[in-house]
């Protein structure tokens, strides 16, 4: 769990980005709704601007993590993120698999084309962080000293990612496969399919995978097209069925989620209100309005699964229920207001001013789930964070170079210190002795406590002005 914090702290800095990419292009394809810019220039730079952020998610992820997930989140590892990225997906390309295998690019497995995904983006993160951690302070013979520390970071995360990309040349397609055959199996389910996928399509977002599941219903894989036939644009399409793979998203994403983004508000931290309001309400209503959820998806789903987990079930159960009214709405981008809105006259539509009571029900659910399971479970969702309750601590000696130099002394010098971090209030270190820390040391710096997480854990609570003592701190572990 610690882990998987961390790594949705280390998420939090790439999503920052996406909110206002997905306004932009929500009022994009709202003063274009058919040509997505085609019709209106003032609308394509609008969608330009927004989606170049959305269609590289992957790749911010892919650098986010990797200093993130850095001892000392140095650019460094972003860099060597970026090399992972990018050898990752070039060489497991359509194009790459075709001259390594010698069949045609045609034949290649489809796999390969949903090769850059966010999970392939968030693994190379993790690959370029180890190998920055483990390789940063290196030291080469003489003949090699040029690359010694930071500058072999890149070189052996290059060399990790051809591993990966060797174990990933196998086991991509089966993945990818086992999600095809998945989906073509609960077709014959009805409503009870539409909730399940709705279930698998949620829970596959953090890996990228959802992809693949999306591929058999709205596409032509296993001959469903939902969205081609209900769009009339593919011929098949039958009155009270087809739509029936995109109908129970609209309550999700135009209500759902945006409530749970408010008891997310609601239950943050008072000093921390602010802060979070500034994501979740603008995540929030590039949920609502074009149905772009993945910036507040991943607000939250690796700081408090738990929650993810519910809403993937929420998900399931809106998509059955919807499948099982005379209610059909369809979409060209997602399941947001603008594509319910363009919608009411497609060929298949079937009652989709229903989707407004039925999305209220479905957010005052959302939001009374989402207020309970937080505070029961004491989930950190952004605005709750341990560090908060060290917002008032004050340093009383602003000579931060001296405050830095008794911390290290205390802890037992740098020979003892494996691991330096910060984050809002605290000095987060890691130790090889706990019995070499000394406490009364620590705060004889005039710090405002000392807490010991664990056995190679010390947390010291510096207050807001934590930055500029980890940072002399940092150059006095050198």
Not at 13 to 27: D, F, M
Not at 288 to 313: D, K, Q, R, W
Request: glycine share 10%; net charge neutral.
């Amino acid at each position: 769990m610690k882990y998987l914090q961390r790594l949705g702290k280390s998420l939090m800095l790439p999503v920052a980005c996406l909110p206002v990419a997905a306004i932009l292009q929500g009022i994009g394809y709202w003063i274009d709704p058919t040509g997505w810019g085609a019709n209106n220039v003032i609308a394509a730079f609008l969608l330009k601007a927004g989606g170049v952020l959305i269609d590289q998610m992957a790749i911010l992820f892919a650098i986010g993590v990797a200093v993130g997930m850095s001892d000392d989140n140095d650019g460094t590892a972003g860099l060597a993120g970026l090399v992972s990225w990018l050898i990752t997906t070039t060489v497991l390309s359509p194009a790459s698999v075709s001259m390594l295998t010698k069949v045609e690019e045609a034949a290649v497995d489809p796999a390969f084309s949903k090769i850059q995904t966010q999970f392939i983006g968030i693994l190379c993160g993790l690959i370029a962080a180890a190998c920055y951690n483990k390789f940063k302070n290196t030291k080469l013979p003489d003949a090699f000293s040029f690359f010694s520390g930071r500058r072999c970071v890149a070189i052996v995360t290059a060399g990790a990612s051809l591993i990966a990309v060797l174990i990933l040349f196998f086991a991509w397609p089966v993945i990818y496969g086992a999600l095809v055959a998945f989906g073509e199996f609960i077709m014959g389910l009805g409503a009870a399919g539409a909730g399940l996928y709705g279930f698998f399509n949620r829970l596959l977002i953090p890996f990228g995978l959802h992809h693949a599941l999306n591929s058999v219903f709205w596409f032509d894989i296993a001959g469903i097209n939902d969205i081609g036939k209900f769009w009339g644009t593919m011929e098949g399409g039958v009155l009270g069925q087809t739509g029936m793979y995109m109908s129970g998203f609209f309550p999700v994403m135009m209500f759902g989620l945006p409530a749970g983004a408010l008891a997310m508000y609601h239950t943050a931290k008072d000093n921390k209100k602010k802060i979070a309001m500034g994501l979740l309400f603008s995540a929030a209503l590039a949920s609502f309005f074009n149905g772009v959820t993945e910036p507040l998806e991943f607000s939250f789903m690796f700081l408090a699964p738990l929650l993810y987990g519910i809403h993937a079930v929420l998900t399931g159960i809106s998509m059955a229920v919807v499948a099982l009214l005379p209610v059909r709405a369809g979409f060209n981008f997602s399941a947001g207001f603008v594509d319910w809105f363009l919608s009411f006259k497609a060929p298949f539509a079937m009652n989709p001013l229903l989707l407004i009571p039925i999305g209220i029900v479905v957010g005052i659910i959302y939001y009374i789930i989402f207020r309970i399971v937080i505070v029961k479970f004491n989930l950190k969702t952004p605005g709750r964070e341990d560090d908060d309750d060290d917002s008032a601590a004050q340093l009383a000696n602003d000579d931060f170079t001296e405050v830095a130099r008794i911390v290290l002394e205390g802890v037992g010098g740098k020979e003892n210190v494996t691991s330096v971090d910060n984050c809002i209030t605290r000095l987060r270190l890691e130790i090889k002795d706990y019995t070499a820390v000394d406490e009364k040391v620590i705060k004889s710096a005039g710090v405002a406590g000392v807490i010991r997480p664990s056995k190679n854990a010390v947390q010291v609570i510096i207050g807001t002005k934590v930055q500029f003592v980890a940072d002399e701190f940092k150059k006095l572990c050198k």
